[in-house]
Antibody
Framework: QAHLEESGPGLVKPSQTLSLTCNVS??????????WAWIRQPAGKGLEWIGR???????NHNPSLESRVTLSVDTSRNQFSLGLTSVTAADTAVYFC?????????????????WGQGTLVSVSS | DIQMTQSPSSLSAAVGDRVTITCQAS??????LNWYQQKSGKAPKLLIF???NLLTGASSRFSGSGSGTDFTITITSLQPEDSGTYYC?????????FGQGTKLEIK
């Protein structure tokens, strides 16, 4: 069973870059057929999928954030990271990392099986 | 992006009741839909995948149905621990998108 844990600053100034890392234990990112994803949730609001990365570096981004998002993976440290540039107050949210498990039932599919506990990032001067 | 619309936004029900939450997609997503439960201050937990498959370990009181654009999750014999917010999620197209959530309160 995978365990994920987010880490990074809880406070970022406007216009600066938000940087978070997700440490993964219990499963090796390198040997996994899964994707590794970021999702965020503003206080009292719903969930927004930010993007995902594969162990070989292939990424998919949410177009709404694509120009500001950088996803990276470090298989030697078994972790993956999120960078979000030019942040504003609208980027204040709880950020979750998650394992996007690939499976086959009647067809190939994905689900967000394992999640970190989430980390609150506030954007404020 | 595919828009996911849940209804109701919130509901209140008593222990032992049966409740149904609906989720409508803005276009055909086949059965590429998952349901999650989120407790306050916690990460979401997967309950149902591919519209109707119960995740191993999830309570059998949960069931899902639907295909195409219209989906439901039903909870039978409601228990206090079922309180929380429920989200549907489509993965047919990127970006994956979630419904706005349905907050379930147990009376």
């Amino acid at each position: 069973q995978a365990h994920l844990e987010e880490s990074g600053p809880g406070l970022v100034k406007p216009s600066q870059t938000l940087s978070l890392t997700c440490n993964v234990s219990g499963v090796f990112i390198r040997g996994s057929s899964d994707y590794w994803a970021w999702i965020r949730q503003p206080a009292g609001k719903g969930l927004e999928w930010i993007g995902r990365i594969y162990h070989d570096g292939r990424v998919n981004h949410n177009p709404s954030l694509e120009s500001r998002v950088t996803l990276s993976v470090d298989t030697s440290r078994n972790q993956f990271s999120l960078g979000l540039t030019s942040v504003t107050a609208a980027d204040t949210a709880v950020y979750f990392c998650a394992r996007e498990t690939l499976y086959f039932a009647t067809h190939w599919g994905y689900y967000l099986e394992s999640w970190g506990q989430g980390t609150l990032v506030s954007v404020s001067s | 992006d595919i828009q996911m619309t849940q209804s109701p936004s919130s509901l209140s029900a008593a222990v032992g009741d049966r409740v149904t939450i609906t989720c409508q997609a803005s276009q055909d997503i086949s059965d590429n839909l998952n349901w999650y439960q989120q407790k306050s201050g916690k990460a979401p937990k997967l309950l149902i995948f591919d519209a109707s498959n119960l995740l191993t370990g999830a309570s059998s009181r949960f069931s899902g149905s639907g295909s195409g654009t219209d989906f439901t999750i039903t909870i039978t014999s409601l228990q206090p621990e079922d309180s929380g917010t429920y989200y549907c999620q489509q993965y047919k197209n990127l970006p994956q998108t979630f419904g706005q959530g349905t907050k379930l309160e147990i009376k």
